[in-house]
């Protein structure tokens, strides 16, 4: 079986503009296999935020074929694609984008209640060792409003491998911490992959992505450089 988790040949992503179009991807190829830890690099307006959206299925390309997590996604109604979400992905956000009325507890849990694929039984296990893994198992039945915005972040990346998935993105993930916060969610990145995980994420801090095991630069939608380090 092949260890190719992403598999990108020849995408290209235009948008409608006037009455004209912008390519904002142009013939990006690449693969990431199990394992890896990958940072997407590059300014505003390069194509990176198109180029996730590409691989976490909220978009489609105009051409060229993306296959993620053993999904050719392009072939894959919506429906589809947010079972896929489910089980195979895990995306943590640059705003944590937990449910406000939820606890840390239920939020952490939710996934698992919507794929189903960890037993019920099992489910509250689960949440509570993912909790203490990040350093939140006594603020469990605390809401998102009590805790810091980098504690939130941890409970976001608690919530992205609940259902324990091969594959987790992030989407500028440190964006808006202070260092310390910025440190502790790498720190926490990096374990995933040491624990078998393969994660990649879009990033603006090229401090970070030399800390990663490769960098892809994308500079006007296409990639410029693609490094191991």
Known sequence: MSDVLI???????????????????????????????????????SGKS????????????????????????GGKSEDALAVWRRTEIGIVFQF????????????????MDLAGVVPPLA?????????GRVGLADRAGWLPSRISGGDQQRAAIARAVANDPPLIFGDEPTGRQDPRSVEAAFALFQEWVAAGKTMLMVTHSREL????????????????RDEVH
């Open 209 to 224: 992505a030399a800390r990663t095991g490769r960098t892809i630069e994308i500079a006007d939608g296409r990639i410029i």
């Open 7 to 45: 598999d990108l040949q020849s995408v290209c992503k235009s948008f409608p503009v006037g009455a004209g179009t912008v390519q904002v991807l142009k013939d990006v190829s690449f693969q990431v296999r199990a394992g890896e830890f990958v940072a997407i690099v590059g300014q505003s307006g």
């Open 50 to 73: 198109t180029l996730l959206n590409m691989l976490t299925g909220v978009d489609r390309p105009t051409s060229g074929a993306v296959t993620v997590a053993g999904a050719a996604l």
């Open 96 to 111: 944590f984008n937990l449910v406000p009325g939820l606890t840390l507890a239920q939020n952490v849990r939710l996934p």
């Open 123 to 131: 489910r509250r296990t689960r949440v509570a060792e993912l909790l």
